[in-house]
């Protein structure tokens, strides 16, 4: 069969993950992206020397499918968030850590009164629970089919535990505050967590894309131009060019029905001249009435993430307060912390089609050739995260490969 040329729509992680396995398998592909550099939703700004991504947004290296990549160069270099957090209360903050990160965090940890002894095993339970699993496993098992604060009282944790743990973490991670996303993806998610880490490139997320592309050919990309495939008979045309298949990889711009509903998330970047200890680990917001969620200093994970000498603040804002005033947000994070802090406000960013929203049972789908010779890929595959962008895109080529 004479070889099918293909058009990949998008240079996010899908479009990325697309265009190197075309790459790989040898098959030729052209690259249409409407902004002028890759990454989508991958997005860094840098402003007064401060790199500000759209949202906070990390690489978990625990994703069974990038974890080779990132024992490579040059994701070798990417910097890692502490894997543990603060549990932060009006004026006072007591941590909890993973034990590699040395014994005097884990020695916190061990007297952590925020979390009972019981809770914290529990937590270790979880981990053994979640790690000695597949991924399909998890998202088979009948008694993760219910919601995840069902599931975590099911398991057994205090609600403290849920209160001041959970809630505030995996709200910050479904991006809704009531934890009512299936368990499955909970442990999927958790299983990640607890096998890497948080990391971030240098230079801001953006510069994870750049890296991935890096060593792709530039003269098959047409970058900087939205484009709209036109039907021609059984082809595909593209400013002139003629196409067997397009696959889209645009993200939330798809044109395929049905498209899913997204989740939004809201991030305000201050700049002040002290981290307030934090050190490189995720604070979260025990207090479910105020509108902080969770909040962190990139700058000390990647230092090149503020101007020498400044530390960059990234407040993310529940859903339910998205718009607050940023003078309140930066009084709110001090009030949590009991301390005077001067933060001068950066940017804003609200994504409103930060994560597709699955169910259950679409958790299991793959992406599929059309006969039309229009396809799709994207995260909506399988759970919604980086990871499923990139085995999406793989699995799109690999059929594509077996269709040729
Ligand atoms: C705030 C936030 C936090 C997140 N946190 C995490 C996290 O911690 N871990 C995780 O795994 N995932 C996280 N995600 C999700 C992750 O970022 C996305 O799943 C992933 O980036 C989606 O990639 P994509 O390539 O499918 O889509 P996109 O990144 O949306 O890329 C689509 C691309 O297509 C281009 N495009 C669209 N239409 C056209 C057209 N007509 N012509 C040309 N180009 C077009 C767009 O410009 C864009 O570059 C987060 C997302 C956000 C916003």
Redesign the pocket.
């Known amino acids: 069969m004479q070889e099918q040329k293909i058009a990949i729509?998008?240079?996010?992680?899908?479009?990325?993950s697309i265009a190197r396995a075309c790459h790989e398998a040898g098959i030729a592909y052209d690259w249409?992206?409407?902004?002028s550099e890759?990454?989508?939703?991958?997005r860094t700004d840098v402003v007064d020397g401060f790199a500000l991504?759209?949202?906070?947004?990390?690489?978990?290296s625990g994703?069974s499918e990038l974890a080779e990549m990132y024992a490579t160069q040059p994701f070798q270099s990417y910097k890692r968030y502490a894997n543990g957090a603060w549990i932060i209360k009006k004026g006072s903050r007591s941590l909890l850590s993973h034990p590699k990160e040395g014994l005097a965090p884990t020695l916190k940890t061990l007297f952590n009164q925020d979390i009972s002894l019981g809770d914290k095993v529990k937590i270790v339970l979880l981990q053994q629970f979640v790690s000695g699993k597949s991924d399909a496993e998890l998202m088979e098992r009948p008694q993760l089919q219910q919601s995840t604060l069902s599931f975590l009282q099911g398991f057994g944790f205090s609600s403290k535990a849920i209160h001041y743990f959970f809630k505030p973490w995996f709200s910050g991670?479904f991006?809704e505050s009531e934890l009512q996303s299936p368990a499955s993806l909970f442990c999927l998610f958790y299983k990640a967590f607890s096998k890497g880490g948080?990391l971030l490139p240098p230079l801001g997320i953006q510069q994870f894309a750049r890296d991935l592309t890096s060593t792709l050919p530039s003269e098959n990309r047409f970058w900087g131009?939205?484009?709209?495939p036109q039907a021609q008979g059984e082809q595909w045309v593209i400013e002139g060019r003629v196409y067997e298949q397009v696959v889209?990889?645009?993200?939330?711009?798809?044109p395929q029905s049905p498209s899913p509903d997204y989740r939004s998330?809201e991030?305000l970047y201050f700049a002040a001249e002290s981290d307030a200890d934090l050190g490189i680990y995720l604070a979260l917001n025990a207090e479910s009435t105020t509108q902080v969620q969770t909040f962190s200093i990139p700058s000390n994970v990647e230092p090149s993430y503020a101007p020498k000498g400044q530390c960059l603040w990234s407040v993310q804002i529940r859903p339910e307060s998205f718009g607050a005033p940023e003078q309140d947000v930066w009084s709110e994070v001090q009030d949590l912390l009991g301390i005077s802090l001067t933060g001068r406000f950066l940017r804003r960013?609200t994504?409103h089609?930060?994560?597709?929203i699955v169910d259950t049972l679409n958790l299991r789908s793959t992406p599929h050739l059309n006969s039309s010779g229009s396809s799709m890929?994207?995260?909506q595959f399988g759970y919604?995260?980086?990871?499923?962008?990139w085995n999406s895109g793989k699995e799109w080529v690999r059929i594509a490969s077996e269709n040729q």
């Open positions: 729509v998008g240079a996010g992680i899908t479009g990325i249409y992206e409407k902004e890759p990454g989508g939703l991958l991504d759209h949202g906070f947004q990390v690489l978990q994703y991670v991006l948080a131009k939205e484009v709209h889209w990889a645009a993200g939330s711009n798809n998330a991030t960013y994504i089609q930060a994560l597709p890929a994207g995260p919604p995260s980086l990871q499923s962008a």
